[in-house]
């Protein structure tokens, strides 16, 4: 089992480029999420999914979209780039209790 | 303003003493509580957990206490091991939902052989 793989490890983007992360999971997991980890500050959710077809927003969800039109996928788009938008992103997945996450996304924005 | 408290940035132990990382939450209703581990370049990995019926929890090195009245949890490893050098982040939720889970910012642990 790989787990949770995250799509780039890390990516430099210029402010107004789009992009999109992928995450995929092996584990049958009807949960996904996305965070968003900086400095200082724990991770905070960006969008999440209950189920194939569906996703919700989390906390932070403004300059982001998501999809996860298969169970074992979810994507987090990011359609112009800013540079607050630089973080470390990590997507994870849940059945019961705790949630495994992936190695995580380096993104900066210039 | 954060939910979720860890005041202690960083904290260092000698390998086999006990390692004592602290938790605040303001929100009384949170009900359910997680400790992830996190090593550089990785993802978090989930360690232990708690619910409000409960004020310790125990598995293996790991022993996780909660204070519902001061809504202060701790997670206490012993005997403490080089390879538990990593950040550790607690988290809060009101329901066993992921998506309503609050992390705190995360305790740098160094354990010193």
């Known amino acids: 089992n790989a787990g949770v793989t995250q799509t780039p490890k890390f990516r430099v983007l210029k402010t107004g480029q789009s992009m999109t992360l992928l995450c995929a999971q092996d584990?049958?997991?009807?949960?996904m999420y996305w965070y968003r980890q900086d400095p200082g500050m724990g991770l905070r959710l960006i969008h999440y999914?209950?189920?194939?077809?569906?996703?919700a927003k989390g906390e932070v969800p403004d300059g982001y979209n998501v999809s996860r039109l298969k169970k074992q996928n979810f994507l987090l788009g990011l359609e112009s780039a800013a540079p607050s938008q630089t973080s470390v992103y990590f997507c994870?997945?849940?059945?019961?209790?705790?949630?495994?996450f992936g190695p995580g996304t380096r993104l900066t924005v210039t | 303003d954060q939910q979720v408290k860890q005041n202690s940035p960083s904290l260092s132990v000698q390998e086999g003493r006990i390692s004592i990382l602290n938790c605040d939450y303001t929100?009384?209703?949170?009900?359910?509580f997680l400790w992830y581990k996190k090593y550089p370049a990785e993802g978090p990995t989930f360690l232990i957990s708690?619910?409000?019926?409960?004020d310790k929890n125990e598995d293996g090195r790991f022993t996780v206490f909660l204070n519902k009245s001061a809504k202060h949890l701790s997670l206490h490893i012993v005997p403490s091991q080089p390879g538990d050098s990593a950040v550790y982040f607690c988290?809060?939720?009101?329901?066993?939902?992921?998506?309503?889970?609050?992390f705190g910012p995360g305790t740098r642990l160094s354990v010193l052989p």
């Open positions: 994870a997945s849940s059945y019961g209790i705790g949630q495994y």
């Open positions: 584990m049958n997991h009807e949960y």
């Open positions: 999914s209950v189920g194939e077809g569906t996703t």
């Open positions: 929100n009384s209703m949170f009900d359910y």
């Open positions: 708690i619910s409000s019926i409960k």
């Open positions: 988290a809060a939720s009101v329901g066993n939902y992921g998506q309503n889970f609050v």
